[in-house]
């Protein structure tokens, strides 16, 4: 073996640890993301739900068309369906119990209907 061949060998080994060094560390930051976004995701769903059962956010009390807007966007968190399906359903429950004069075929619970049903067709 000469020494071209030893360089030339040197530099592929050199090459291959690279390649491996910037795989393992995008393999580690897309980790890290995937936990941030599931984090993010998990804030995002429980300000949904308070937002929804209050009837007001951070801006004051809530129009109904943002309560519509707020049950419909609970379709895209599929991995928490049961608890949104369970939840709804109470939340549909208290509010027919705290208001009596509460229609059941009001708009609110039209939505809450087609979410439950939008998310028992979802894979879970």
């Not at 640890?17 to 993010?40: C, M």
């Not at 369906?81 to 509460?102: D, H, V, Y």
């Amino acid at each position: 073996m000469t020494l071209n061949d030893l360089a030339s060998w040197a530099t592929i080994g050199a090459f291959l640890i690279s390649i491996i060094s910037i795989a393992f560390s995008a393999r580690r930051y897309l980790a890290i993301r995937g936990k941030e976004l599931a984090s993010e995701r998990f804030v995002t769903y429980h300000d949904l739900i308070k937002a929804i059962s209050k009837g007001e956010d951070q801006d004051g009390q809530l129009k109904m068309v943002s309560q519509l807007a707020y049950i419909y966007e609970l379709r895209n968190f599929p991995e928490y369906a049961s608890l949104t399906k369970s939840t709804l359903l109470k939340l549909s429950e208290e509010w027919q119990t705290n208001n009596p004069e509460w229609k059941k075929d009001s708009a609110l619970n039209q939505a809450i209907d087609e979410t439950i049903i939008a998310l028992g067709e979802s894979k879970t």
